[in-house]
Nanobody
Framework: QVQLVESGGGLVQPGGSLRLSCAAS????????MGWYRQAPGNERELVATITRGSSTNYADSMKGRFTISRDNAKNTVYLQMNSLKPEDAAVYYC????????????WGQGTQVTVSS
């Protein structure tokens, strides 16, 4: 059994910052690529950023320069530093991880709400 637990969401004013965290726990042999996705009401879930175990990163174009993804392999944790937040960044942010446990499969966190409003 593998769980992903996110934290760090909340309410922030436009132009503000938030840092999300997601920790994987359970019967884990290795965690490969980790990533963040988001889903706003009425929209499909979209990619925010991904990071490989070797820390190669990939960002959606609209997040480049404002968001930074990082990870701590020793803690099986991925982070998302979000700066210069805009109202359109408001969404539920989901963590995703490719985990080798009894087999390799992708897991999702429960989501954390980010609200950007004055």
């Amino acid at each position: 059994q593998v769980q992903l637990v996110e934290s760090g969401g909340g309410l922030v004013q436009p132009g503000g910052s938030l840092r999300l965290s997601c920790a994987a726990s359970g019967r884990i042999i290795s965690v490969n690529t980790m990533g963040w996705y988001r889903q706003a009401p009425g929209n499909e879930r979209e990619l925010v950023a991904t990071i490989t175990r070797g820390s190669s990163t990939n960002y959606a174009d609209s997040m480049k320069g404002r968001f930074t993804i990082s990870r701590d392999n020793a803690k099986n944790t991925v982070y998302l530093q979000m700066n210069s937040l805009k109202p359109e960044d408001a969404a539920v942010y989901y963590c995703n991880a490719a985990v080798i446990s009894t087999a390799l499969r992708a897991y999702w966190g429960q989501g954390t709400q980010v609200t950007v409003s004055s």
